[in-house]
């Protein structure tokens, strides 16, 4: 099982200090990656800030020494210091290298040879075929050091998808299992049978709109399996995004049997 969180490119339009939107972004990323979501979605809502989401989202989900490799000097990332480390398995420490460790890396050319910077003192020799850039090796020897493209062994960190596409059309690309909808108007999560198979699509709306509203906005309609109302007889107005997905992924994770 898999599960795509989708939220949109209007997450940020309370505030226009970056420092705020740089912390409320990061309190999205660390709830998706404490409950193992695998894809986080950027759909179209009117928004202005996907860009700077997606920068965001991607920055603090790479490993802290592959940054300045990956991420050039931005303005985006001024305040990336206020966001909460992930502490993914991915995010390793610099050790002594361990045949059969599996670590983050950065393959890039020297010569005719392919090395991948792995968090460690030297780069390692890449054996097999690699292509530049971001990817996963495990080490096969340590003098000299050697490491050949691997797959993660479990939960590794999410991947961003900026979609520039509403809602609707969002989902469809997805191409999902299940989609559930977050909204006060829906079933109390404490009544529902929840579908948690497969690839699963939850979507949370905007600080000033639900889900419906932005569809309404954009003139489309979409058929999901399931509207839950995962924060029944809140107390507050409103509930933020970043509070809905803690929240609502805290109750799937319960769930959840795999």
Request: proline fraction near 6%; include cysteine.
């Amino acid at each position: 099982m898999s599960w795509h969180v989708f939220i949109p490119d209007s997450l940020l339009e309370e505030t226009s200090d970056l420092k705020l939107k740089a912390y409320k972004v990061g309190q999205i990323a660390r709830a998706c990656a404490i409950f193992g979501v695998e894809h986080i979605w950027i759909y179209k809502a009117g928004g202005r800030d996907g860009r700077l989401i997606k920068t965001l989202l991607e920055y603090v989900e790479t490993p802290q020494y592959l940054r300045k490799r990956i991420f050039p000097i931005m303005p985006e990332l001024r305040y990336a210091g206020v966001m909460p480390p992930l502490q993914i398995p991915s995010h390793k420490e610099k050790t002594s290298p361990r045949i059969g460790e599996i670590r983050e890396g950065f393959a890039f050319r020297r010569g005719k040879k392919i090395f991948a910077d792995i968090g460690l003192d030297r780069p390692a020799l890449v054996k097999g075929i690699a292509e530049e850039g971001r990817g996963t090796f495990k080490i096969i020897s340590v003098k000299p050091l050697r490491v050949v493209p691997a797959e993660p062994p479990g939960y590794w960190g999410y991947k961003v998808h900026w979609s520039k596409k509403s809602l609707a059309k969002t989902l469809k690309n997805a191409d999902l299992d299940v989609v559930i909808a977050t909204s006060r108007r829906g079933v109390d999560v404490r009544d529902a049978e929840v579908p948690l198979e497969g690839e699963v699509g939850i979507v949370f709306g905007s600080p000033r709109k639900g889900v419906f509203e932005i569809l309404e906005e954009f003139k489309e309609k979409y058929e999901f399996d399931l509207v839950l109302n995962t924060i029944p007889n809140q107390k507050t107005r409103t509930v933020r995004t970043e509070e809905a997905v803690l929240a609502t992924l805290a109750i799937f994770n319960i769930m959840r049997r795999d």
